[in-house]
């Protein structure tokens, strides 16, 4: 592939990605499968397996899984300038700078400290 389609494509492809992202966020999220320590969640089309927020964990793990999960579904975040991005294979990733308390990385630290076991999945 020369220079000139290899940038065709990625542009066809950044300009399908901004697509499903508006798609996605012009509808609400719809829970659709609640587990025991893990829910999926749909928004667009976009799955989304988000942590429970579990009634015996410490205060400040809830509020920081509850950061998670909003800005997940929301694409915005109040600790941070989160970013949503979507794949060459069309997946959505979140991403939370380094010092938020939703970043996986604060998280599992945040449990080290709590005593609580963190099962980081991304
Ligand atoms: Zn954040």
Redesign the pocket.
């Known amino acids: 592939m020369n220079g000139r389609k290899a940038r065709a494509l990625n542009r066809s492809r950044r300009e399908r990605n901004e697509q499903w992202l508006a798609e996605a966020r012009a509808v609400p999220a719809v829970l659709m499968e609640a587990h025991e320590t893990f829910e999926l969640w749909q928004r667009g089309r976009f799955t989304f397996a988000l942590p429970v927020i579990l009634d015996d964990l410490p205060g400040e793990m809830k509020d920081a899984l509850a ?1 998670y999960r909003g ?1 997940a579904l929301d694409g915005r ?6 970013a949503s991005r979507v794949s060459r294979k069309g997946l959505m990733t979140t991403h ?2 380094s010092g ?4 996986p990385d604060r998280l599992v630290e945040l449990g080290e400290r709590l005593g609580v076991d963190i099962e980081r999945t991304s």
């Open positions: 950061v800005a975040c109040p600790g941070c300038r989160v939370h700078e938020c308390v939703a970043h």
